[in-house]
T-cell receptor
Framework: GQNIDQPTEMTATEGAIVQINCTYQ??????LFWYQQHAGEAPTFLSY????GLEEKGRFSSFLSRSKGYSYLLLKELQMKDSASYLC?????????????FGAGTRLAVHP | NAGVTQTPKFRILKIGQSMTLQCAQD?????MYWYRQDPGMGLKLIYY???????DKGEVPNGYNVSRSTTEDFPLRLELAAPSQTSVYFC???FGTGKGYSGNTIYFGEGSWLTVV
């Protein structure tokens, strides 16, 4: 079956670093996405990994290990505006196109 | 920069009523999608389209219909609304679905909050 797991909730302090983990089991792999979703808004694209290793984009970094079915999103120098849900999504081939399967999301609360 | 535009943003329906959620994109994307998101749950794919005139079912298609007469538009129709269809609906689009540059990122509309009572 297809399964993506990530923690339901996390809390962190402003200025700190937080790591959000995602593990996946899918029939095939064509890339992993991280999206940020503020309450009441649409998901917005954060990062994409298709090869093993770390991708860095400013305060956000994303890591992928395909052999372990594992990714994490690292947020540095946390700001209050980083309070949001973070969605892990895996692109998996099948059904005539490469479908995108979403995890349930991790709700991050950043406190002063 | 319109991107993906969907209407209406909020709607209350009575059980058994029908309605259409409109979606348009101006990025000349081939692929369009409709997702629903229930509280505490991930996004579930309802229907998708790989181009004008071509649509196919996703994970949760029952109770919905779609059409794709143009590249830009991808309306979602709810026939005989049921309380189980109370959800947030997101329309989305992408150029492709292969690995490519940025993995053919999916871009989302702002969402439509639908309540069936």
């Amino acid at each position: 079956g297809q399964n993506i797991d990530q923690p339901t909730e996390m809390t962190a302090t402003e200025g700190a670093i937080v790591q959000i983990n995602c593990t996946y089991q899918t029939s095939g792999f064509n890339g992993l996405f991280w999206y940020q979703q503020h309450a009441g808004e649409a998901p917005t694209f954060l990062s994409y990994n298709v090869l093993d290793g770390l991708e860095e984009k400013g305060r956000f970094s994303s890591f992928l290990s395909r052999s372990k079915g594992y990714s994490y999103l690292l947020l540095k120098e946390l700001q209050m505006k980083d309070s949001a849900s973070y969605l892990c999504a895996v692109r998996s081939p099948g059904g005539g196109y490469n479908k995108l399967i979403f995890g349930a999301g991790t709700r991050l609360a950043v406190h002063p | 920069n319109a991107g993906v535009t969907q209407t209406p943003k909020f709607r209350i329906l009575k059980i058994g009523q029908s309605m259409t959620l409109q979606c348009a994109q101006d990025m000349n994307h081939n692929y369009m999608y409709w997702y629903r998101q229930d509280p505490g749950m991930g996004l579930k794919l309802i229907y998708y389209s790989v181009g004008a005139g071509i649509t196919d079912k996703g994970e949760v298609p029952n109770g919905y219909n779609v059409s794709r007469s143009t590249t830009e538009d991808f309306p979602l129709r709810l026939e005989l609304a049921a309380p189980s269809q109370t959800s947030v609906y997101f329309c989305a689009s992408s150029f492709g679905t292969g690995k490519g540059y940025s993995g053919n990122t999916i871009y989302f509309g702002e969402g439509s909050w639908l309540t069936v009572v």
